[in-house]
């Protein structure tokens, strides 16, 4: 039976994995993307145990990886001069890195679905995805949404909630297909409900669809007419030595001159646009003469040409060279520059803890680019006098919808889109996904698009999405294409943002919180009868082992961010950022990792008919009480106290039972606690903190969260009245999205503070409740209760008198 349910799990993994790979290939295959995940989910279900879960995902991110990205890892080792193969090959051992969402939802559906059912696991589910892709973009800015663009009505719905919306009702849909597949064996009756819902979100889709594509009046004004120039020559390196370098560069302007020639003098363009980095060299800041008089070339031609040009080059500064398009306009020059935002990590740049000599050795084709400073929108000049603002974006650019909306906000009427995709001249399928990612972000913003590449796919992308003139992948063509340019109404994207992404993480947020408050206002272990019925945490000795080694990681680092907040350089107390990011690495990923570990084990336990019965999922474990001679608590308090189960023949159990009250336990099963040695202090020490009544001030909620919250308010009032000169001066200028991701820094930097004091308040505590215990055992739990008091007042009173004597003048 195992090797049968093995080769299920498999053999859902791989036809999921081929149905995402023919739903990414595009064409009608579309379709499928509403089917493709339900094998997967099926073999899903079947599983029982998180680690089985685990695996799963891990396998469908390498096998999803394999079956639509493919072509990346060729690619990327051709590119980078490694190797097809071995591009290939670290592309798979790292899938789980390049697809995240794909673990984070097989981990989130398995824990909800344990504990509130499948519905509500779904929907859990679909929320990790989403705000995994939020929170953790892409390389390629790739969604399960894109996929979709051949279906021109239901693609048209991303102006709402853009691709990640569409990811949402595809997975919706899956998880449907999937319930309705559970219940067949009840007949069809009972399927109908779900597939009535599977078929709910495309009907949607394509009803805004046909709305959002009725026909618009014509606008009276003047459409804006470009000359796109695909030269179809790649390579430059190979070039290079074969020709010599000024020669590859005379070709490559002398081809470039004469396309524009023919776009401007026979097709009348107001402007030409070539591709990225075609010019292959700073303009407007040589390097020798030679660049000087090539800078000049350029300009006569623009001149003679009497319309603006708008290429890719490099530009350059004190700090480093910049990927950049420069607008070049006649008789005035070199107008501005825009400086390429998102570099491709390990191609145009390498993180900075990974620039070393040893790994440029390893990879040649590295760059060494600097990214730019973000947005910026440029006046189109034309020859008629009309200035039409165009916003630029640089290859990798386009798979941001950020770049676009905040392009969309700033003013901009069309977007210039420059790529240079010949590294995907083997792989038609990588180009062809680049071209639909970009035209998303004309469906969003509903700007129009001019999209440039040096070998294809070149296009012309009208608000809709709709590619109305294109160009073949390694073909030397010019593109000459009209599009109307206007103030758009702005699209709920560009006045929300990607809010898919961020509803998703409040959703899940609130979730684990909600589940958390239902286990702190349930019934405690400790206080149930000898008819047991309650949950405890039970833990093979490995799971014990990794969730009190993740607590130490994560206590400890907190005890570390606090030695660094008062003798440090000051970078945690001025740069919010950086602590944040350094509380998320050091506290609460290991939290969370331990806690998410300890619910995992979570069992059910149940006192009948003389055995004790621990169940989880569809595992059962039983042992009889007349077999269990006494409770042992634990001595060391990790991850928590707890106790063993001391066994008839002197050996413990093989797991380990994690409870506030391993004594209550013991009266609760009317079993004797297990003799300590008298020398053993530890032992006494856990006692003292068992018997100490919970206060409701020190639950997490009020201690982390409400705590914070009380502080950050006056503090970022403070903060407004300074910088704004109100307390809503930055919703008044900047709007209330602006105003509330503010606030919520500010927010999350105070729970930052609160638990690390409270980190250093736990550790005094429990330094003098020990020491207490040594020098006077029989005032142990007295004495910890007086701490335990203190250590609240420290946080509660300490905390907000710190805050007044920091805002109050002198």
Known sequence: MPSRLARSRWTGVVVAALLCGLYARGGPSWVLGF??????????????????????????????????????????????????????????????????????????????????????????????????????PHVLGDTLGHGLYPAPLLRQAAELGGATGLTVVLLL????????????????????????????GPLLLAGYGLFALQPEQTSAAKPLRMGLVQSNITDYERLRRDKGAAAVVREVLDTH???????????????????????????????????AELDAEIQAIVDAAGVPFVFGTYDRDADGEYNAAAFVLPRSGLAGMYRKTRLFPFTEALPEWLDTPAVRGWLPGAGSWRPGSGVRVFPLRLADRREVPVLPLICLDDTDSGLAIAGARLGAQVILTMSNDSWFTDHEQGASLHQAVAAFRSIETRLPQFRVT???????????????????????????GDLPVRDPAPTLMVRWGDWVGRAAAVFIAGLAMWSVLR????????????????????????????????????????LAMGAIWLWGDGTLQTNTLALLRMFTALCLIPEAAAWALLRACTAQVTLAEGLLV???????????????????????????????????????????????????????????????????????????????????????????LLLPFLLAVPAFQLHQKIAYGSAFGEFYSYGLAAYLTAFGLWWAAWIAGVVLCAAAVRAVIELGAFAGWLVLPGWATAARAGLERLGLLALYLGLPAWLLLRTVPG
């Open 35 to 136: 089917v493709a995940l339900v094998p997967w989910l099926r073999t899903l279900d079947a599983e029982a145990r998180l680690d089985r879960t685990l695996l799963g995902a891990w396998a469908m991110s390498v096998a999803y990886t394999a079956a639509v990205f493919f072509w990346f890892g060729s690619a990327l080792g051709a590119y980078t001069q490694i190797g097809a193969g071995a591009g290939l090959a670290l592309l798979l051992l790292a899938a789980p890195l390049f697809q995240p969402q794909i673990l984070v939802f097989a981990v989130v559906r398995h824990l909800v679905r344990r504990h509130h059912g499948a519905a509500l696991a779904a929907a859990a589910g679909v929320a990790a995805w989403a705000a995994t892709e939020w929170a953790l």
């Open 173 to 200: 849909a899956n998880e449907a297909v999937a319930a309705a597949l559970a219940r067949r064996r009840e007949g069809l009756r009972a399927m109908v409900a779900p597939l009535v819902l599977a078929a709910v």
């Open 257 to 291: 001159f004469a396309m524009s020639y023919d776009a401007v003098e026979r097709q009348h363009v107001d402007a030409v646009l070539w591709s990225e980095t075609v010019y292959p060299t700073s303009f407007g800041q040589p390097k020798s003469a030679a660049g």
């Open 454 to 480: 040096t070998n294809g796919f070149s296009a012309v992308i009208d608000a809709r999405g709709t590619v109305i003139a294109a160009t073949r992948m390694g073909e030397r063509t010019l593109v000459i």
């Open 519 to 558: 286990r702190w206002v349930g019934i405690s272990p400790v206080e149930l009868p000898a008819t047991l019925a309650s949950q405890l945490v039970v833990l093979p000795p490995a799971a014990r082992a990794v969730a009190g080694l993740l607590q130490l990681i994560s206590r400890g680092g907190a």
């Open 614 to 704: 621990l169940t989880r999922g569809s595992r059962r474990l039983e042992v009889p009480l007349s077999d269990i001679a006494a409770i042992e608590p634990w001595c060391l308090h990790l991850p928590g106290s707890g106790a063993s189960l001391r066994l008839n023949s002197g050996e413990r159990w093989l797991h380990g039972l994690a409870l506030p009250d391993p004594w209550a336990l013991a009266r609760a099963l009317g079993l004797p606690m297990h003799e300590q040695p008298a020398w053993l202090a530890w032992w006494a020490y856990a006692r003292s903190r068992a018997q100490l009544p919970p206060s409701r001030l020190a639950q997490p909620a009020f201690k982390f």
